[in-house]
């Protein structure tokens, strides 16, 4: 059974940081593409950052130069370091590990910022 389970989620003042953690079990970890996606009330998920099975990153231009994706193959794990952060990045943010077109999510996790 494929379990994604995010953790770290918050409350934090507009300028502060959280980091986020997702611990994947059931799944070859290594050879899928980790990344994290999030919905704020009223809108659709969007991406956040993805890294994939060789490393390579990617971000929302609204999170360019304030968070950083990384995965930790050895531990199952994929974090994302949010800093900078502003009022417009509280949302749910979802763990989703994908490989081909196999797609799996966590349960989310809150992360709101105050002004």
């Known amino acids: 059974q494929v379990q994604l389970v995010e953790s770290g989620g918050g409350l934090v003042q507009a300028g502060g940081s959280l980091r986020l953690s997702c611990a994947a079990s059931g799944i070859r970890f290594g050879i899928h593409t980790m990344g994290w996606y999030r919905q704020a009330p009223g809108k659709q998920r969007e991406l956040v950052a993805t890294?994939?099975?060789?490393?390579?990153?990617n971000y929302a231009d609204s999170v360019k130069g304030r968070f950083t994706i990384s995965r930790d193959n050895a531990k199952n794990t994929v974090s994302l370091q949010m800093n900078s952060l502003k009022p417009e990045d509280t949302a749910v943010y979802y763990c989703?590990?994908?490989?081909?077109?196999?797609?799996?999510w966590g349960q989310g996790t809150q992360v709101t910022v105050s002004s």
């Open positions: 890294v994939t099975s060789g490393n390579s990153t």
């Open positions: 989703n590990a994908r490989f081909i077109s196999f797609h799996y």
